[in-house]
């Protein structure tokens, strides 16, 4: 590998070592279910898309549910992998 391929290497790798902590303190709050400074911009999004999907933010799915929604992404995304195969040339 050459000197620039080494330089573009470090320059990513302390980029990416940069991220670690407060994207992991984003992450954890998120998932704690904390207020984050990004609520006030992606609230309003999450919001229209749990409305989109029917889905109720206060309401955990038991297994039987989480199954089925885990068969028809399934199902869902190999019909239109399968489509996209089909339509190429």
């Avoid at 290497?9 to 992991?24: E, K, T």
């Avoid at 990004?38 to 898309?49: H, N, S």
Wanted: overall charge neutral; proline content about 3%; some cysteine.
């Amino acid at each position: 590998m050459s000197v620039n391929g080494w330089l573009q290497f470090a320059f990513f790798s302390l980029i990416l070592l940069a991220c670690v902590r407060p994207v992991g303190v984003y992450l954890a709050r998120v998932l704690e279910g904390e207020r984050t400074w990004l609520d006030p911009v992606l609230r309003p999004f999450e919001r229209l898309i749990y409305k989109l999907c029917g889905v109720k933010d206060d309401h955990e799915m038991n297994w039987r549910e989480y199954a089925f929604a885990v068969l028809g992404f399934s199902a869902v995304t190999m019909l239109l992998t399968y489509g996209i195969e089909r339509l190429q040339a």
